[in-house]
């Protein structure tokens, strides 16, 4: 029987409050409007940015469905929608593509005037959202909420993908995989022969180790404090790995010393604002690039002394590696097809949706560097 047109009782992990685990619920996922897909997801990621919205980090209206890395089958559409149909396989886009706005029709620029990262207003487009526990609105997350059997996303945040893709490998080019990839070969533009220094080594800075790999740098340096993550960031293409608590003096030194003066690319995939300067300080004062790929502390600055940028370094940050993602996730999704990119290393753990708090245990222990969850 069609489900098209009427509400779906299914289950999703709802967060109610900070600092508490995922509670999995009954919630009722409306049709969706004019403009609006309603997607039955198959796999979904875990990204240190859902755990940022749990310890209070990053800031959005509870209670929420949160999760963006996800992949799943259209079930049914709203009117006017055009670009997928019921039972195309799809990924929804944590970044949407308006192709209206100024900032969308700038060629080099991702960031749509309707993205969730600068109004986090936790609805759709319209302002409401399609769902419902025990009677409360539940407020979606990044316009994604991929941690629920059925997600009603806006029809510019949904990109249409290879019908034979797998969408539990393929889930993470929703967010992991493409950002870090992107913020190497498309935000920083790394060049042949290069030097370049990652700063955290989850999904998304194994992701950026890749595409330095790909860009042709000659030396990727790693930097974590968990050294159980440098097997991993060798395996994919890291050429030195270095652990800042095993040196006596500013990790940023020991880079500028290994490189006579600076990496030409350093990035910062952790979140923190400590570590954001030592990669600005680790690229060399004259040339250096330094991206920002990590979500910072809500409301915490850094003060910084503008001699760091008058030598010629250049710092840099960007949402979803700086892609277009309606273009560019159809694109990714056919590489990994063709085996030009990897993402089996980056999935260490997969688990049924229901363990999704385990999962979340497993990132905190730094043991995963992704668990995808199954519907
Ligand atoms: P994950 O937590 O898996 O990896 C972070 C790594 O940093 C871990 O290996 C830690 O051991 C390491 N680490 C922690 N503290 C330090 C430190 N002081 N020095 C060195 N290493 C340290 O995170 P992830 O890979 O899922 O995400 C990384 C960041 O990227 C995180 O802030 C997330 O919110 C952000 C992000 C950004 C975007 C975007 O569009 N820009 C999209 N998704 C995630
Ligand atoms: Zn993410």
């Not at 308006?98 to 969730?116: A, D, F, I, T």
């Not at 806006?154 to 967010?175: H, N, Q, R, S, Y």
Request: proline fraction near 6%.
């Amino acid at each position: 029987m069609s489900t098209a047109g009427k509400a779906i009782k299914c289950k999703a992990a709802v967060l109610w409050e900070t600092h508490k685990p995922f509670s999995i619920e009954e919630i009722e996922v409306a049709p969706p409007k004019a403009h609006e897909v309603r997607i039955k997801m198959v796999a979904t990621g875990v990204c240190r940015s859902d755990d940022h919205v749990i310890s209070g980090n990053f800031v959005t209206p509870l209670p929420a469905v949160l999760g963006h890395e996800g992949a799943g089958i259209v079930e049914s559409v709203g009117e006017g929608v055009t670009s997928v149909k019921p039972g195309d396989k799809v990924i929804p886009l944590v970044s949407p593509q308006c192709g209206k706005c100024k900032s969308s029709k700038q060629p080099e620029n991702n960031l749509s005037r309707k993205n969730q990262y600068g109004r986090r207003s936790g609805t759709m487009l319209d302002g409401t959202t399609r769902f419902t526990c025990r009677g409360k609105p539940i407020h979606n997350f990044l316009g994604t909420s991929t941690f629920s059997q059925y997600t009603v996303v806006d029809e510019i945040a949904v990109a249409k993908i290879d019908g034979a893709a797998p969408l539990e490998k393929v889930c993470l080019i929703g967010c992991g995989f493409s950002t870090g990839y992107g913020s190497a070969v498309k935000v920083a533009k790394v060049t042949p022969g290069s030097s370049c220094a990652v700063f955290g080594l989850g999904g998304v800075g194994l992701s950026v180790i890749i595409g330095c790999k790909t860009a042709g740098a000659a030396r990727i340096i790693a930097v974590d404090i968990n050294k159980d993550k440098f097997a991993k960031a060798k395996e994919l293409g890291a050429t030195e790995c270095i652990n800042p608590l095993d040196y006596n003096k500013p990790i940023e030194e020991v880079l500028q010393e290994m490189t006579d003066g600076g990496v030409d690319f350093s990035f910062e995939v952790i979140g923190r604002l400590d570590t954001m300067m030592s990669a600005l300080l680790s690229c060399h004062a004259a040339y250096g690039v330094s991206v920002i790929v990590g979500v910072p502390p809500n409301a915490q600055n850094l003060s910084v002394n503008p001699m760091l940028l008058l030598l010629g370094r250049t710092w840099k940050g960007a949402i979803f590696g700086g892609y277009k993602s309606k273009d560019a996730i159809p694109k990714l999704v056919a590489d990994f097809m063709a085996k030009k990119i990897p993402l089996e290393p980056l999935i260490t753990h997969v688990l049924p949706f229901e363990n999704i708090n385990e999962a979340f245990d497993l990132l905190h222990a730094g043991k995963s560097i992704r668990t995808v969850l199954m519907f």
